[in-house]
């Protein structure tokens, strides 16, 4: 600094050129002209050594982009960098925002990073799930489990999902879990979205019981309407892997901490609902949003709910009170689920018949010991001669495949 203020005042005192002064100097006359124009400036405190390094990086975010980005994090603390600039994207499209690694690394630098822990995952069965191709394909259905509020109200919330396009139908606390309030839940959905192909489920009431084929007034009742009630193995939550995943996600966002009563939870299941098909983008949509890519069913609830009407190979007969249907004179017990309802018997041989309800076969019947065998996929029927024939397979038994591990959204 001395040697360039030496420079600025012989200059200033015109005693030497500024050709003469830079080669007394020896700099070039472009440096001698540089530090001529800082003094002048800035004066002399122009002269000292700046930093070479930039005064802006290229990829540098501006304070608003910065602002923005951490607003809408701390709106949403669950959301990560990519549904973040999704979002944002949406809401300005026209703004260039910076990429998702650099807003990962911003949040970690403002320490809004909430750390998971690290657990093993189940690797992803997929097969089962391809018949979920299409929206109202495949929906599924379950109780997240229950919680309490603050004031020691129990809260079960009855969730309903599309597989395909994960959209939440319903996310509602109910005051008993019983197949009578479900049923009233489940019709509003109908009424509103039409009707799915299927509805998979767990093994627990009000789903399923230990009836004939694992059958429940709730299965039946889907049935008559055409949709097949589908049921994952016993102990195997992953195979309902979407609907856990979107349970995990319901539990994080609602019931911890717990509302204040179950009217002020259900708000909040509401606002979790709303927030999850049409803000939440979903990593395995895209990055779309689950109401974006749902579209309710072709498939209108009916005003009636019609009775099963069988062919004229099959022998038709009403289960009556307690459960039993009538053969020959006397009474063989079917089950007290199906009471009312008319089943069609579909001969194999002289001896043994297919069960049918509707479109289902539930069960077979030894007409010689009249008896109503469980349906297996795997027994065969066993006729007088030792013939042995093989039964069809039905869809209302649980797969022994897995269906899927758990999906990203």
Request: hydrophobic content about 35%; overall charge positive.
């Amino acid at each position: 600094m001395d040697e360039r203020m030496r420079f600025v005042l012989e200059h200033e005192a015109e005693q030497y050129s500024m050709s003469e002064l830079c080669r007394m100097y020896g700099v070039s006359r472009e440096t001698g002209y540089y530090w001529l124009r800082r003094y002048r400036q800035g004066g002399p405190e122009a002269l000292r050594d700046r930093s070479r390094s930039a005064e802006q990086h290229a990829n540098q975010i501006a304070e608003e982009t910065v602002e923005a980005v951490l607003r809408l994090r701390r709106k949403h603390m669950r959301w990560g960098p990519r549904k973040l600039k999704r979002v944002l994207e949406r809401e300005e499209p026209r703004q260039r925002w910076p990429a998702a690694s650099t807003i990962g690394a911003l949040l970690a630098r403002e320490g809004l990073v909430i750390a998971r822990k690290k657990r093993r995952r189940t690797p992803a069965y997929t097969q089962p799930f391809a018949a979920a191709d299409a929206p109202n394909r495949v929906w599924c259905a379950d109780f997240k489990g229950w919680f309490k509020t603050r004031d020691g109200e129990r809260v079960d919330p009855l969730t309903i999902s599309d597989a395909y396009s994960r959209y939440l139908l319903r996310c509602q606390d109910v005051e008993k879990t019983d197949g009578e309030r479900v049923r009233a839940i489940f019709e509003a959905v109908f009424r509103e979205c039409g009707l799915p192909e299927a509805i998979r489920t767990d093994n627990g009431p009000p789903f399923a019981t230990r009836a004939i084929a694992g059958l429940s007034r709730l299965a039946v009742w889907w049935m008559k309407l055409g949709i097949v009630p589908e049921r994952i193995a016993a102990g195997h939550p992953e195979q309902n892997g979407r609907h856990e995943r979107m349970h995990g996600t319901l539990k994080q966002e609602t019931a911890s901490p717990a509302a204040a009563n179950r009217r002020a939870q259900q708000r909040a299941f509401d606002r979790f609902r709303r927030e999850y098909n049409e803000e939440r983008p979903h990593e395995a949509l895209r990055q779309q949003t689950p109401s974006s890519v749902y579209r309710p069913s072709a498939r209108a609830y009916p005003e009636r709910v019609r009775e099963p009407e069988y062919g004229s190979a099959l022998q038709v007969r009403r289960v009556g009170k307690r459960g039993v249907l009538s053969w020959k004179h006397e009474h063989v017990f079917v089950s007290e689920t199906l009471i009312g309802e008319r089943l069609g018997l579909l001969p194999v041989d002289e001896r043994f018949f297919v069960v049918y309800f509707a479109a289902f076969p539930i069960a077979r019947f030894d007409s010689h010991k009249r008896i109503i065998l469980p349906f297996s996929d795997s027994a065969p029927f066993a006729g007088d001669a030792g013939e042995e024939a093989s039964s069809p397979a039905s869809p209302l038994l649980p797969t022994k495949e897995k269906v899927s591990g758990m999906c990203p959204v």
